[in-house]
């Protein structure tokens, strides 16, 4: 009896041990799992926390976001009404313009401002391409839409009812048409010589006088030696200064030595030519053209000064 149970205990002391290294091996691995429990738990309540302060940071620029949505909206209405107002401008300017524009064709002064920039380009161009038109270094100062311009003989204003044409508005009653007619010259006809011609008082038996009904413009063909003359330039809708046009030509004549300009250039006794007398004075001056200048004196003059205010007058 006493061997059995010398070896039962031996076996159960192997068992216990086998048991207890069994046992330290699965607290080993609980430990290890729990550490990796803890770390893992560590690292998903850190995520978490993570997640938490990314919710709180949204949280805050939602609220700018919010905060942001009526700044902008007032901008935006603003902005609307800043380009209401420009548009607004706009159609007055172009009001604006085209009133000026009718106002100046109904007095005779004929133009083409009623064009906006875009279509007077287009039209000066057009005019240029179907005239044929070239200009010298004498046109060099001055803007091609004003020599267009001064190609102008005749504008009129038509009024066309919607009832004659297809509307797209339901409110328009009818439309303006301003027809323009444009002269374009003609390169191969004779040219005339213009000269402006100015009366410079004269001084005969103690009495200064001054010639009368004397042209202020006057014109000469060479090849015939016909004339052209003016007394009132815009009367006839001419520009003699620095272009040379007119809306419409003064008679063409032969010369005459019946006039006192026909005697003068002729050479003749100033037998029709008449006279006015005026306030007798040291000199005389009439600005010609630039910085030349014409005196008349009855005596000699060497050097005399002008205040600025009466050659203002004097230009004039």
Request: with cysteine; glycine share 4%.
């Amino acid at each position: 009896m006493g061997a059995i149970n010398l070896g039962m205990s031996a076996a159960n002391t192997m068992q216990i041990s086998n048991l207890q290294q069994q046992v330290a091996v699965v607290e080993k691995a609980l430990t290890e799992y729990s550490q990796n429990l803890q770390i893992q738990g560590a690292q998903l309540a850190k995520i978490h926390s993570n997640q938490i302060e990314l919710a709180d940071e949204l949280q805050v620029t939602q609220q700018a976001l919010n905060a942001m949505v009526p700044i902008l909206s007032s901008h935006s209405e603003a902005i609307n009404t800043l380009r209401t107002g420009i548009e607004q401008l706009h159609i007055q300017l172009q009001r604006s313009f085209l009133y000026l524009a009718i106002t100046q064709i109904f007095r005779n002064d004929l133009t083409l401002d009623f064009l906006s920039p875009d279509d007077l380009h287009k039209v000066v161009y057009h005019v240029i391409q179907q005239g044929n038109l070239t200009f010298n270094f004498q046109h060099g100062s001055i803007p091609v839409v004003h020599m267009i311009t001064k190609l102008l003989v005749r504008q009129q204003i038509d009024f066309i009812p919607s009832s004659q044409y297809k509307a797209q508005n339901p409110q328009e009653i009818g439309r303006l048409v301003i027809t323009s007619f444009i002269a374009v010259p003609q390169e191969k006809r004779n040219p005339f010589l213009t000269y402006k011609l100015l009366a410079v008082p004269l001084f005969h038996k103690n009495q200064t006088l001054q010639l009368t009904q004397i042209p202020r413009y006057w014109a000469i063909n060479p090849a015939d030696n016909t004339t052209m003359e003016w007394h009132d330039p815009q009367q006839f809708g001419c520009d003699l200064q620095l272009m040379t046009s007119c809306r419409d030509t003064p008679p063409i004549q032969t010369m005459s030595q019946e006039t006192c300009l026909g005697q003068i250039l002729g050479s003749l006794p100033l037998s029709i030519c008449q006279t006015i007398i005026l306030p007798s004075a040291q000199f005389f001056v009439r600005p010609l053209r630039d910085n030349l200048w014409v005196t008349s004196s009855p005596e000699s003059l060497h050097c005399f000064k002008i205040p600025q205010s009466e050659s203002s007058v004097i230009r004039q």
